[in-house]
Structures are given as structure tokens and as C-alpha cells.
Antibody
Framework: EVQLVESGGGLVQPGGSLRLSCAAS????????MSWVRQAPGKGLEWVANIKQDGSEKYYVDSVKGRFTISRDNAKNSLFLQMNSLRAEDTAVYYC???????????WGQGTLVTVSS | DIQMTQSPSSLSASVGDRVTITCRASQSISNYLNWYQQKPGRAPKLLMN???SLESGVPSRFSGSGSGTDFTLTISSLQPEDFATYYCQQSYSNPPYSFGPGTKLEIK
């Protein structure tokens, strides 16, 4: 069974940093693109970033470029999102998702809440 | 970047009704259009990819169609478990892979 478990969310002040993790199991992690998607409270879904199987390609939504970095450790079946210079508008539930061909997301974690507030 | 719109934004319907949700892209995306269902407090669930390819385990009452800029998701006979919010998402060419704003399907 595919499992994706996010962790690392919490309350952080504006301008601060946070590192999200996603532990993957039940599939061969190294053969899949992986993505992060977020959802602000009461709002819709926003695609944030994705990363190719070997980490050689990474893409970001414009609103996080230069502030967020997606990475992965295939040896540890783990996906990460380093978030710097956080803003109030980054407040959201962040989902880790498996993306078979980089585009659509076939499996999702339960999400981790990031709150940016003073 | 490609912008996605959905209509209606909300919809009231009864069990057994046939409903259609429309999604439109700001430019042609071929058939790189995906549909998700999300229930309150839960992660989204992929219903179909490439406009009409149903995910394993998704009931056949769900169907999708369209290409280019205009797409539809149809539920042929609503069941109680189908009341949720539905999102379309484009995955054409390079990212970002934007979502539509969602359609909330409510019980009449």
C-alpha cells in the first residue's frame, strides 16, 4: 500500500524558515516524480513544486521561486521542502504527492499544516 | 502560465441526478487535464487523468471528456458519497501545473 506521511509543519513567524518532510513507503520511491501541493484554509488547491526521479529537474510556482527548495533522498525514501522567508500567505496545509509522470498526482499524504503568523 | 476556470463554483443536486462540471483552460492543453475529488478534512483523490482515463477503483458513473481548452466531468447518477469539492488540474508541457478554483457539490 502506498503511504506518504508529511511532517515538519507548525507555527513560524514571518520571515522564518521551516523544513517539511515526506516519508514514502509501499512503492519504489526512486522511480516517481514527486510533488508538493498546498491548500490555504478554506481555499482551493495550489500546485507548489515538483522534482524528477533523480532530482535533476525541479519546478516551482512563481510565488515560491527563490524562497522554497524541493529536494529528495532516494536512499531514505524521503521528499523535502525547505521553506525560507515565509509569509502570511504561505499559511496552508502542505500535501506531498506521488506524480507518475510529473503532472497528475495519483497518491497523496494526509498533509501538514504550516501557519505563518507573529 | 496557464489559468484554469471551473463552472459552476457550487452546485446543489439530489441523489440520482446527473451532473456536469465544466473546466476551461486559458490556452490549449491537448488532453492533459486531470480531475480530483476532495472531501472536507481529507486529501484530494485523483479521479481521472488525461481528460477521460478513469483511475482504478473509481466508479464508472464518473466520466470525463474534452480536449483543447474545454473539458467536462460528468457524474451519471449521484450517490451520497459523491458530495464533495471537485478540482480540475492541467499538466500540459512544463510546470506550473495549475488547478481550477473548484466546484462544491452539495446536497439539495
Amino acid at each position: 500500500e502506498v503511504q506518504l506521511v508529511e511532517s515538519g509543519g507548525g507555527l513560524v513567524q514571518p520571515g522564518g524558515s521551516l523544513r517539511l518532510s515526506c516519508a514514502a513507503s509501499g512503492f519504489t520511491f526512486s522511480t516517481f516524480w514527486m510533488s508538493w501541493v498546498r491548500q490555504a484554509p478554506g481555499k482551493g488547491l495550489e500546485w507548489v513544486a515538483n522534482i524528477k526521479q533523480d532530482g535533476s529537474e525541479k519546478y516551482y510556482v512563481d510565488s515560491v521561486k527563490g524562497r522554497f527548495t524541493i529536494s529528495r533522498d532516494n536512499a531514505k525514501n524521503s521528499l523535502f521542502l525547505q521553506m525560507n522567508s515565509l509569509r502570511a500567505e504561505d499559511t496552508a496545509v502542505y500535501y506531498c504527492a506521488r506524480a507518475p509522470y510529473g503532472g497528475y498526482m495519483s497518491s497523496w499524504g494526509q498533509g501538514t499544516l504550516v501557519t505563518v503568523s507573529s | 502560465d496557464i489559468q484554469m476556470t471551473q463552472s459552476p463554483s457550487s452546485l446543489s443536486a439530489s441523489v440520482g441526478d446527473r451532473v456536469t462540471i465544466t473546466c476551461r483552460a486559458s490556452q490549449s492543453i491537448s488532453n492533459y487535464l486531470n480531475w480530483y475529488q476532495q472531501k472536507p478534512g481529507r486529501a484530494p483523490k485523483l479521479l481521472m487523468n488525461r481528460a477521460s482515463s478513469l483511475e482504478s477503483g473509481v466508479p464508472s458513473r464518473f466520466s470525463g471528456s474534452g480536449s483543447g481548452t474545454d473539458f467536462t466531468l460528468t457524474i451519471s447518477s449521484l450517490q451520497p458519497e459523491d458530495f464533495a469539492t471537485y478540482y480540475c488540474q492541467q499538466s500540459y508541457s512544463n510546470p506550473p501545473y495549475s488547478f481550477g478554483p473548484g466546484t462544491k457539490l452539495e446536497i439539495k
